[in-house]
């Protein structure tokens, strides 16, 4: 298989507050790992890979060699384009990290049995402030720094070894997957888990650790992951750890079933939690094991916090007779999308409001993907003295298979 690149534009230019490009790579994991590292040095200036601990590097090497060879192809190629050796065990080849980030999230899948196309469908928001990662933080950014959100990349990538697969990646250019679908029909999304974060002393590791980060988990089940019962099984046997922010995992595959994919707090268990023959599966940014009914769970004021999102989205969803249309997909996830629209909205009254980045929609038997992008708060063309929120024009793409 020769190497094939090419790039597209799909949306926003310098002016918007985002810029989207579609990236297809064809060939070996070793050429579209060099590939990546050559746009994460020129595009977006990771020109050092980071320094780590020896011992460590090496006992990562040795597991991504036994249970994720195609990840470890994927740095020798890394290396490659640093000019280092792969096995510099002070250098952490793993990760291209840029603008780094805190998400939020909003996540629905559609079994067949509910969708008027008879098509499993994955329907979601991520949403994220639109300043930078130490905005969110609370952390005045350098003047210079872009908003973290503001570089997405659609990949669609032709290894080979592993799934074909199409997602959306931000964070992390070599493997990261907030949300995708593989040639398989198996689709997955992440989640923050906001509740552990905003309550409790939560232990990230910064740097990287044996086993898979929270953001590399999903590029995981999408490289060799066919169906959700492989995927738990992947996520059953694989160590992880989370190098930021503990997240959960949305999972679903072509014959209808789904699962979430949740830790407790202290990351020492995990629980599946699946998805109910013939009802959708809805998730948020807190931890539904701890919530098995809707009236477990807390009240908060704020309109678009994660628990009002989920009985939002759990009420529409509940409310409705017959099969969903594909815009009537659309439109329930929509009501939880982040906006400038109403000025009266706590969100709008942060230095840095939370916005809905992208919405795609998965058509798992069709193997494809609709998406528009958050464009920036611009003054309404029919009041002036309104903000309104932008988007993009929604686009498609659709796998090879």
Excluded at 221 to 229: P, Q, R, Y
Excluded at 289 to 309: G, I, Q
Aim: aromatic share 10%; proline share 6%; charged share 25%.
């Amino acid at each position: 298989m020769s190497f094939h690149f090419e790039e597209n534009h799909v949306a926003g230019s310098p002016r918007d507050f985002m810029e989207v490009s579609h990236l297809k790579l064809r060939g070996s994991n070793y050429e579209i790992g060099r590939k990546l590292a050559d746009i994460a040095r020129e595009r977006h200036d990771v020109r050092k890979v980071p320094h780590t601990d020896p011992l460590r590097t090496r006992a990562q090497l040795k597991w991504l060699e036994v249970n994720y060879p195609i990840h470890l192809k994927r740095m020798r190629g890394v290396a490659d384009s640093y000019g280092m050796e792969p096995d510099n065990y002070e250098v952490d080849f793993a990760h291209l990290n840029y603008l780094m980030g805190l998400p939020g999230c909003s996540a629905i899948y559609y079994p067949p049995d509910t969708t008027e196309s008879e098509h499993g469908i994955l329907s979601r928001t991520f949403d994220f402030p639109v300043g930078t990662f130490k905005g969110a933080l609370g952390v005045v950014p350098e003047h210079s720094e872009q908003p973290s959100t503001s570089r997405p990349y659609i990949m669609e990538v032709y290894p080979d070894k592993g799934y074909p697969a199409l997602f959306l990646s931000i964070f992390d250019l070599l493997g990261s997957c907030m949300d995708g679908i593989n040639s398989e029909g198996l689709t997955v999304a992440l989640v923050a888990d906001h509740e552990s974060i905003m309550k409790r002393r939560i232990e990230p590791s910064e740097l990287n650790a044996v086993g898979l980060a929270e953001i590399q988990i999903t590029r995981m089940i999408m490289d060799t992951c066919a169906n959700v019962e492989e995927a738990k099984m992947a996520l059953l046997t694989t160590k992880q750890y989370y190098r930021f922010i503990p997240l959960h995992f949305l999972i679903a595959d072509r014959f209808g079933k789904s699962f979430l994919w949740e830790y407790s707090f202290f990351h020492n268990r995990e629980y599946i939690l699946d998805g109910e023959p013939g009802k959708p599966q809805v998730k948020t940014n807190h931890p539904l094991h701890k919530y098995r009914t809707l009236d477990k769970l807390p009240k908060h004021s704020a309109p678009d916090h994660t628990y009002n999102r989920f009985r939002i989205l759990d009420s529409l969803i509940g409310g409705h007779t017959g099969r969903f249309t594909e815009d009537e997909i659309w439109d329930i996830t929509r009501c939880n999308q982040m906006t400038a629209d109403d000025p009266d909205s706590p969100n709008n009254k942060l230095e840095y409001p939370w916005r809905t980045m992208w919405h795609n929609v998965y058509d798992i038997d069709r193997r494809s993907m609709k998406v528009d992008f958050f464009m920036g708060d611009k003054p309404d063309a029919e009041n002036s003295n309104k903000i309104k929120s932008i988007r993009s024009d929604r686009s498609e793409f659709q796998l090879e298979v």
